[in-house]
């Protein structure tokens, strides 16, 4: 089995992948009578047809070593996800390229770390590593099928 160490998450290497959400530095403005930071636009929403919806996600927490068989990826729109707690989760992605996944990346949050996969990206199924696994979820809502499966030959082995 092929492993694969995980990295701690940063925006400068999961630029290709989509956009890291995080309340880090001065917020962009103040609002509320200057008691309230706005972090302002900082994910790069997009959906072919239908319309951006909000939902909650209660998965099953994960353990590392984790065995990886499958990406799966969103033609039709970006997906976001807010973890409504502060604990860490692990993110798959791996570039696309022929229809087919290449080698994929893993990583770790820090506490208060989302992301947004952008649209098309190749991205492992939400694996929260603490309960209670909630997370808030921005993407698409709207006709036709917007999900692609790809099954790895052989899997990889996801290590912390």
Request: glycine share 12%.
């Amino acid at each position: 089995m092929i492993k694969i160490r995980a990295q701690l998450l940063t925006a400068e290497a999961f630029a290709p992948f989509g956009d890291v959400l995080e309340a880090r530095g001065a917020p962009d403005k103040q609002i509320n009578q200057g008691l309230c930071g706005r972090f302002h636009d900082r994910a790069a929403l997009d959906f072919d047809g239908g319309r951006a919806g909000i939902s909650l996600f209660k998965a099953e927490p994960r353990k590392l070593p984790l065995t990886l068989e499958m990406v799966e990826r969103h033609p039709d729109g970006s997906q976001a996800f807010l973890p409504m707690s502060q604990d860490p989760f692990l993110i798959v992605v791996a570039p696309g390229g022929g229809g087919k996944p290449g080698r994929p990346t893993a990583f770790v949050t820090a506490p208060g770390q989302g992301v947004n996969y952008f649209r098309g990206v190749w991205h492992g199924v939400l694996s929260p590593l603490c309960a209670p696994g909630l997370f808030a979820v921005v993407d698409r809502i709207g006709e036709g099928p917007n999900l692609e499966e790809h099954w790895f030959d052989e899997p990889y082995m996801i290590e912390h």
